[in-house]
């Protein structure tokens, strides 16, 4: 059964920093390009960023360009993304997903873990 | 405002037939990236709905169907059901980026 966890949410002031992960599990972790999906309190999706099956490839929403990195462990079957330089604004639920095809579709998501930045 | 343009309701009495638009430009779905649709249940993670402009994932029932046109795609959900209830959103790339409608709130009458 495919599952991604994510976990590393929580209340961080503005200015500060957090590293989100997401576990995964149930299939071959290193065929897929992994992605971070946000949304903030009652509003819709944010695509934040993308990283290929290797890392060769990373992609940045521009609203986080800059601050925010992704990375992942295929050894570990991890993916991360480090949260710098955090605004109001970036208070949201954060989703994992996998996607099979670079620019394809996200078949599976995580259940999310909430980052609130806030003093 | 969002790259993907959905109406942000839509509303239908169970049985009927009601379609979602998505509205896009020559740099997302113009330029030849696939839509996608997604289904949010309240309180729940998105479930992946439609890839690749039309096709269903197992376990999605064929009252779903996506299409795409030009610039633009849509969701249709025929023989509506109260349990279709829910947010839905599309998506596609967009100079290499990830986009997202604004997503779209189905009630059922």
């Known amino acids: 059964e495919v599952q991604l966890v994510e976990s590393g949410g929580g209340l961080v002031k503005p200015g500060g920093s957090l590293r989100l992960s997401c576990a995964a599990s149930?299939?071959?972790?290193?065929?897929?390009?992994m992605n971070w999906v946000r949304q903030a309190p009652g509003k819709g999706l944010e695509w934040v960023s993308s990283?290929?099956?290797?890392?060769?490839?990373?992609y940045y929403a521009d609203s986080v360009k800059g601050r925010f990195t992704i990375s992942r462990d295929n050894a570990k079957n991890s993916l991360y993304l480090q949260m710098n330089s955090l605004r109001a604004e970036d208070t949201a639920v954060y989703y994992c997903?996998?996607?099979?095809?670079?620019?394809?579709?996200?078949?599976?998501w995580g259940q999310g873990t909430l980052v609130t930045v806030s003093s | 405002q969002s790259v993907l343009t959905q109406p942000p309701s839509v509303s239908g009495a169970p049985g009927q037939r009601v379609t979602i638009s998505c509205t896009g430009s020559?740099?997302?779905?113009?330029?030849?990236?696939?839509v996608h649709w997604y289904q949010q249940l309240p309180g729940t993670a998105p479930k992946l709905l439609i890839y690749?402009?039309?096709n269903r994932p197992s376990g999605v029932p064929d009252r779903f169907s996506g299409s795409k046109s030009g610039t633009s795609a849509s969701l249709a959900i025929t023989g509506l059901q109260a349990e279709d209830e829910a947010d839905y959103y599309c998506?596609?790339?967009?100079?290499?980026?990830?986009?997202f409608g604004g997503g779209t709130k189905l009630t059922v009458l």
């Open positions: 997903a996998r996607a099979f095809h670079w620019f394809g579709e996200f078949d599976y």
């Open positions: 149930g299939f071959t972790f290193s065929s897929y390009s």
């Open positions: 998506q596609s790339y967009d100079s290499s980026l990830g986009v």
């Open positions: 020559s740099s997302n779905i113009g330029a030849g990236y696939d």
């Open positions: 690749g402009n039309s």
């Open positions: 990283i290929s099956s290797s890392s060769s490839y990373i």
